[in-house]
């Protein structure tokens, strides 16, 4: 069912009802760079770590890009399914956040537009509720908005890659594609160990807010994928890199 942002539902998922957390037992979650680097810190392990023990990569035929999945457990289901529910709800990804409503993005002239769909489970009691939402209402209560700002600049790139026309990408770009989105202490130990810095005039110490601002480093992520799948359109990196260190107050020599 599509959903505007006024659209009202009912909705109340709680643990009384005989279906909770059936959905998180059969769901399939597709990751975000910032799903990883959440839940990643929360658990206290590199992204690389997270992406070793609880995920597995898929290449998605639509987009000509690699895409995350959370692998399910032994036992089938969300590994971070525990006796009493989620054990990583504060970080939980935004597919778990969102639900019951999914999300889309497609790309039209102003850029990527996303859409959204309230899914009803069959066996779903939560729509049996009295609490009424509008997506707004629903977003805000999940902390969704706050979460999702991150999210933007890879769902941008997922629907601009989709786009007709576009062609596969050589094997050189499709592992660097994945390394530099999904793995972002990977990405941190290429710039500082890397003559990326210096290509740019910039020193390690030029460049110190980006070994702990994870944000203004994912950011920064975005920008070079960008630029590695659309050269012609993409921002300078070295203007993005540089406005990125300033808003971290450490402006570097020119």
Known sequence: MPLSMEDRFRFDCHPGL????RCCR???IVMSPYDILRLSRGLGLTTGEFLRRHTRREDEAGTLLPLVLLKPARSGGCPFLGDEGCTVYGDRPAACRLFPVVQGSELAPEGAVERHFLRRLDYCQG??????????TWQAA???PEFDRPRRPWLALLARQAAPGRTPLDDRIFSQFYMMAYDLDGFRTFVFQSAFLKSYGLTPKDAEPL??????LL???????ERLLFPASAAPLGEVLRRLLAESHCEPAP
């Not at 005989?18 to 957390?21: K, V």
């Not at 920064?220 to 994928?225: P, T, V």
């Open 127 to 136: 729509f049996a509720g009295e609490k009424e939402w509008t997506l707004e």
């Open 26 to 28: 059969e769901a399939v």
């Open 211 to 216: 070994k702990t601002d994870d944000l203004a």
């Open 18 to 21: 005989n279906c909770f957390n």
């Open 219 to 225: 950011r920064l992520s975005a920008a070079y994928l």
């Open 142 to 144: 999940q902390g969704f």
